[in-house]
């Protein structure tokens, strides 16, 4: 079974992802999980939501979701999102994956926030539809959902961004929130995004504050090795969730 996986650019790799969509928590003699990675950045051509296989993957990248002449891929990309969502394709964007998600399928984001750079390890915070959630449902049992008085935490997971996005597509599930930004994880037809990086590796990461401005690349990495296992553990359940679900085939196709 093919994931295919859109890279924006060569510094937002797949990452830690890699051994965890390929893990299977009940070994069958079925067929096994393949990722095709499409460096869209490197000029390889964006498929259709027909020609992806069991599944689609959508990374980060430096570009934000209009960058259309910087980045003539994306068009493309918002299209197969759009055609993923709307047909059952089981689907996953992180980060401007997401962000394109929601542009793709009627939402809006915003350049260059107003709160600014949200850099370092991130406190996720469930709503209530994320408990039935077939990706954030594991993590979400039993955690208060964030409404005013009380709230827990799904998931402490690295994050790296200032664009975000401000609208949700129309009827699109709200997922989970952060204190500086709230649309942290949604879901819209057969499709998932996430603005925080569950994939991203301590080396990955380190690279980005680096070259981020007015991040502080020392306090980045220690917020990330203070919170290495908990990162882990959210990162390999959320990876997990999702290879189940393009393991197990084409969701209901669901208007996006």
Known sequence: ????????????????????LLEDPVPTTGPTLQLRIVRAWAGEPVPSASECGAGLLVLGGEQDAYDDEGSPWLPATRALLAEAAGSGLPTLGICLGAQLLAVATGGRVQVAAPPGCEAGVVAIRPRPAAADDAVLGALAAGVPADHPGAAGVLAWMPSMHSDAVVELPPGAVWLASSTLYPFQAFRTGSAWGVQFHPEVSLETFTAWAEEEDGVDTTDVVAQYREREAEIEHGGRAIAMAFASLVRSGSLAPTPA
């Open 1 to 20: 079974m093919i994931l295919t996986v859109i890279e924006h650019a060569p510094s937002v790799p797949t990452d830690r992802f890699v051994p965890w």
